[in-house]
């Protein structure tokens, strides 16, 4: 199957929201259940999420198990060190949304440790290319989850 589109053909905005709190755990519970209430992706043979499946980019390693473990097999995901993203994980996480956004997922969420950058971090997101790539919806507080 061919997986480019025609000439001036746009690709959709992929729905994207930023996920904040300190604590690893809660960042991953809060995907999890806003994962929950979208639809499962098909899983093809080959056991890696299709096209349209939803992504997760997360700052920092998980602490002991992950509630998206369950999901893995159903959304990309990847792990970025901690650090923060609009500093000096900047690089890190442009290559990473770049590979992700290759695999043309329906959905993305990003899990954010410190909240103090996030409005640059906003900023950057919808500054080019990524403006044309991506449709930022409200953050989400994982405390208030």
Same mark, same amino acid.
């Given at each position: 199957m061919n997986d480019r589109q025609p000439p001036g053909a #746009?690709? !959709?905005?992929? /729905? =994207? =929201? %930023? /996920? /904040?709190?300190?604590?690893?755990? /809660? #960042?991953?519970?809060? +995907?999890?259940?806003? %994962?929950? =209430? %979208?639809?499962?992706? !098909?899983?093809?043979?080959?056991?890696?999420?299709?096209a349209g499946? !939803?992504?997760? +980019? %997360?700052e920092g390693i998980a602490s002991g198990s992950s509630p998206l473990d369950i999901l893995a097999p159903q959304l990309h995901l990847a792990r970025i060190a901690p650090g923060c993203l609009c500093c000096s994980g900047n690089l890190v996480l442009r290559v990473t949304l770049n590979r992700l956004l290759r695999q043309r997922p329906g959905r993305l969420f990003i899990g954010v440790a410190r909240s103090e950058h996030l409005d640059q971090l906003r900023s950057w997101l919808q500054s080019e290319p990524y403006d044309q790539l991506l449709t930022l919806t409200p953050d989400i507080d994982a405390q208030d989850v």
């Amino acid at each position: 199957m061919n997986d480019r589109q025609p000439p001036g053909a #746009r690709m !959709p905005r992929v /729905v =994207t =929201t %930023l /996920v /904040v709190s300190a604590g690893a755990a /809660v #960042r991953e519970q809060a +995907i999890c259940a806003r %994962l929950s =209430t %979208l639809a499962a992706a !098909p899983v093809p043979d080959a056991g890696k999420p299709m096209a349209g499946a !939803p992504a997760v +980019i %997360l700052e920092g390693i998980a602490s002991g198990s992950s509630p998206l473990d369950i999901l893995a097999p159903q959304l990309h995901l990847a792990r970025i060190a901690p650090g923060c993203l609009c500093c000096s994980g900047n690089l890190v996480l442009r290559v990473t949304l770049n590979r992700l956004l290759r695999q043309r997922p329906g959905r993305l969420f990003i899990g954010v440790a410190r909240s103090e950058h996030l409005d640059q971090l906003r900023s950057w997101l919808q500054s080019e290319p990524y403006d044309q790539l991506l449709t930022l919806t409200p953050d989400i507080d994982a405390q208030d989850v």
